[in-house]
């Protein structure tokens, strides 16, 4: 769930929420900037910081701007290197920021812009407990203020960078002793599943979560239908390669091949090295990989777009049934998006931010 989607929700619902933000960490923290949680006026959550003391000391703060009120502020939080019943061992600070959310309008665009409308940055100068929004739009329209002069002028500039990035980005600066937080809101990657069988299937309940869009294109109507995938964006019936051509697939996009048969596969592969998705993967063995790598070649497929094809699909688990294979595929795509290395977390340096 898109937490801004469930804010909207509330706000229209007339129960505003609060929103609370990682905006900056330093050392070993359990998350990263951009992670969000959401606090409802029942006290309950959507989201999460990490869990533990800090995430408990998160809702306590904003439920006392929910029974009290006041405007939005920062706060600085202090992870403990010493093990204790609920603690946090991870020696680092988290700085998060703690918004009540009222305006309908701005949360409608930047939901607007998750779903496909159009990217839009967000910028929020937080200034004596009061926030102020300046949404800035690709054709350089914006709504909103931040008071005018250099401080303005700077998160403009900033907004307009973010937006060019093509993802949701986040930068924090400190002016003077103002904070400002940029962000850039888009529609999420997405993950199309060629093939709706076992594998596409567990693919598909899994990705949801990560927050993956997700599509499905098979040629046969019971296994592209809304009943057996009623979370996907879309579900297309077509042959193969139509059916993978009519997504306007990006750079930040993976494209995975789990058809029924080789020439099935063969002709959803073609379809999609023809696109800009970044990641091609393909599930089968490494006999397979030879085979379909010779025929794209046979098919005039430049070779540095063949060498971009995993095959086998996914990272090396030992998974058997169709749910781990699908767990070892997301894990190679979110490797693939988060720039990882697939290597146990354990065996990072001592000290090392933790990062999954």
């Given at each position: 769930m898109f937490l801004y989607q469930e804010a909207l929700w509330l706000v229209e619902a007339g129960q505003p929420p609060v929103m609370a933000t990682v905006v900056q960490v330093s050392?070993?923290?359990?998350?990263?900037?951009?992670a969000r949680l959401l606090v409802r006026r029942d006290g309950t959550l959507a989201g999460t910081l990490g869990g533990g003391c800090v995430e408990s000391d998160v809702w306590a703060e904003a439920m006392a701007l929910v029974e009290h009120g006041g405007g939005a502020r920062l706060r600085e939080f202090h992870l403990?290197?010493?093990?204790?019943?609920?603690?946090?061992?991870?020696?680092g600070t988290m700085h998060v920021l703690l918004e009540p959310l009222i305006q309908t309008e701005l949360l409608r665009e930047v939901v607007e812009a998750h779903q496909g409308g159009g990217p839009v940055a967000l910028a929020r100068l937080i200034d004596a407990g009061e926030a102020r929004y300046l949404l800035v739009r690709p054709d350089g329209s914006a709504s909103g203020g931040l008071g005018g002069g250099e401080v303005e002028a700077l998160a403009r500039d900033r907004a307009v960078g973010l937006l060019s990035g093509g993802e949701d980005t986040l930068a924090y600066l400190s002016v003077g002793d103002r904070h400002l937080l940029a962000e850039s809101f888009t529609a999420p990657p997405a993950l199309l599943i060629c093939g709706g069988g076992h594998v596409g299937y567990a693919l598909a309940r899994l990705a949801v979560p990560l927050g993956l869009r997700v599509l499905v294109v098979d040629d046969r109507m019971e296994f592209a239908s809304k009943e057996r995938f009623p979370d996907a964006d879309?579900?297309?019936v077509a042959p193969f390669p139509e059916g993978v051509a009519s997504f306007i697939l990006a750079a930040q996009d993976a494209v995975v091949v789990a058809t029924r048969g080789h020439r099935h596969d063969h002709v959803a592969l073609l379809a999609a090295a023809c696109s800009k998705a970044g990641y091609l993967a393909l599930v089968g063995s490494r006999r397979k990989a030879a085979l379909v790598s010779r025929a794209?070649?046979?098919?005039?497929?430049p070779l540095e777009r063949v060498a971009q094809v995993r095959c086998p699909a996914g990272l090396r688990i030992g998974a058997c049934t169709p749910e781990e294979i699908a767990v070892s595929i997301l894990a190679e795509v979110l490797m693939w998006r988060r720039g990882g290395d697939g290597q146990p977390l354990s065996a990072q340096p001592s000290g090392a931010a933790a990062g999954v």
């Open positions: 050392g070993s923290t359990p998350q990263k900037p951009g403990n290197e010493d093990l204790d019943a609920d603690g946090l061992v991870c020696g879309r579900a297309v794209l070649k046979e098919d005039g497929v």
